[in-house]
């Protein structure tokens, strides 16, 4: 199987993906501690702390969507079978991580300080959002 650098790049997307889906994982059981360290909502941190269900359920969801994406980028690179709306969802993707990535900006341009976490997270997400935005052109392409 020869692999296009679309396909590539939606792998790594995907790994990362995953990588991230684990992590917020990785929170439940380490506590609110991670929670705090993770930069979860106050609301989630504060939950977590009273020990009620809204911060495992909560990370529970938002990782769901993050293996979503690795499923969504594995199948567009072939590595899965296709999966419905898979044209639909590399685009979906590819806006929301990319403005995702772009919440780092005000960082930059604020007084409020520099927060190393947030700049680390925001690239990340920024190049997964590039990877799906190059796979959906890929899967465009595919089609024509």
Do not use: N
């Amino acid at each position: 199987m020869i692999l296009t650098i679309q396909s590539k790049l939606l792998i790594s997307a995907g790994f990362l993906a995953s990588a991230s889906a684990i992590w917020h994982l990785l929170c439940i059981f380490g506590g609110p501690s991670w929670f705090e360290f993770a930069r979860a909502p106050q609301q989630v941190i504060e939950r977590a702390q009273q020990g009620t269900m809204l911060a495992p359920i909560s990370t529970v969801f938002v990782a769901s969507l993050m293996f979503a994406c690795t499923i969504f980028a594995f199948s567009a690179a072939g590595l899965v079978r296709k999966v419905p709306q898979l044209k639909s969802a590399l685009i979906t993707i590819a806006v929301l991580c990319t403005l995702r990535g772009l919440i780092a900006i005000p960082t930059f341009v604020t007084s409020s300080g520099f927060d190393t976490w947030q700049i680390v997270a925001s690239t990340v997400w920024f190049y997964v959002g590039i990877c799906f935005i190059a796979g959906s052109i890929e899967q465009y392409r595919l089609v024509k």
